[in-house]
C-alpha cells in the first residue's frame, strides 16, 4: 500500500507565498508522474501542476508564471512553490501519484493523498 502525505497548507494574505510538499511512501518500484491538483467549494476537482519522471511539467494557466512544481525521483517527493497567490486560488490542494508501480505488483494504481487547505485572504 502505498500513501502520500501533503504538508504546508495555510492562510496567507493575497500576493503572499506558500509552499506545499508530499511524499509517497511505501513499496514504491517507480511513480508515473506527480501532481497537484484542487478543489474549491461547489466545483470540480482541477489540475495545477503536474511533473513527470522524465521532467516534463505541465501547468493550469490559471497559475502559470506564478506557481512551480518540482518532483524528486529518488524520494518519491513532489513540491508546489505558489507565489503571487490570489483569493482565488483557495482550495483544498491534494497531491497524486499516477500510475505507481509497487515491488510485487503486476499493474500501476493511482493515489491521491488527503489534501491541504490552502486559504488566500484578499
Known amino acids: 500500500q502505498v500513501q502520500l502525505v501533503e504538508s504546508g497548507g495555510g492562510l496567507v494574505q493575497a500576493g503572499g507565498s506558500l509552499r506545499l510538499s508530499c511524499e509517497a511512501s511505501?513499496?514504491?518500484?517507480?511513480?508515473?508522474?506527480m501532481g497537484w491538483y484542487r478543489q474549491a467549494p461547489g466545483k470540480k476537482r482541477e489540475l495545477v501542476a503536474v511533473?513527470?519522471?522524465?521532467?516534463?511539467?505541465n501547468y493550469a494557466d490559471s497559475v502559470k508564471g506564478r506557481f512551480t512544481i518540482s518532483r524528486d525521483n529518488a524520494k518519491n517527493t513532489v513540491a508546489l512553490q505558489m507565489n503571487s497567490l490570489k483569493p482565488e486560488d483557495t482550495a483544498v490542494y491534494y497531491c497524486?501519484?499516477?500510475?505507481?508501480?509497487?515491488?510485487?505488483?503486476?499493474?500501476?494504481?493511482?493515489?491521491w493523498g488527503q489534501g491541504t487547505q490552502v486559504t488566500v485572504s484578499s
Open positions: 497524486k501519484a499516477d500510475r505507481v508501480n509497487e515491488r510485487g505488483s503486476l499493474s500501476a494504481r493511482d493515489y
Open positions: 511505501g513499496s514504491i518500484f517507480s511513480i508515473s508522474a
Open positions: 511533473a513527470t519522471s522524465g521532467g516534463t511539467t
